[in-house]
């Protein structure tokens, strides 16, 4: 199994709200289960995001959107592919992130069957694709 960190609200959008598109800047050959980890900053992008805000209308964002620093749920990484103008309104073509940089190679990583846990998993995340601690593996797969 592996994990996937994303900031908050979009983790909680990735789990709750519909977000089906996670953008990214590298193409993977993973496909299968997908931990969604909330990671410890908060996205200025996404609180922002009039996408976010429609996804959150009349929901609830507690305690999900407030959790950092675990595994809040799973999903199916069914597809990923370069960017060609699909996948709206989740899907970018390119987007300016953290610290100013702007990015043109957007990768979609496609997300199906959101599953929230009834109690997010603590744990460290990590940048890029990564591997749950062997002990917290075990409990997602109990699940």
Not at 75 to 84: G, K, M, Q, S, T
Not at 103 to 110: A, F, K, N, S
Not at 111 to 138: F, N, Q, Y
Request: hydrophobic residues 40%; neutral net charge; proline residues 6%.
């Amino acid at each position: 199994m592996k994990a996937l960190t994303v900031q908050q609200p979009w983790a909680w959008a990735i789990i709750h709200g519909g977000k089906n598109i996670e953008n990214r800047t590298q193409l993977w050959s993973y496909r299968g289960v997908l931990a969604i980890h909330a990671g410890q900053r908060w996205s200025e992008r996404g609180d922002r995001s009039p996408l976010i805000e429609e996804a959150t209308k009349g929901r609830s964002l507690y305690p999900s959107a407030l959790t950092m620093g675990a595994i809040i749920g799973l999903v199916d990484l069914v597809d990923c592919h370069e960017n060609a103008g699909c996948h709206k309104p989740w899907g970018e073509s390119s987007y300016v992130e953290f610290g100013g940089r702007q990015r043109d190679r957007i990768t979609h990583l496609v997300l199906e069957h959101p599953r929230a846990l009834d109690e997010p998993i603590a744990c460290k995340g990590a940048l890029g694709l990564w591997t749950p601690p062997p002990d917290v593996v075990r409990r997602l797969e109990a699940l």
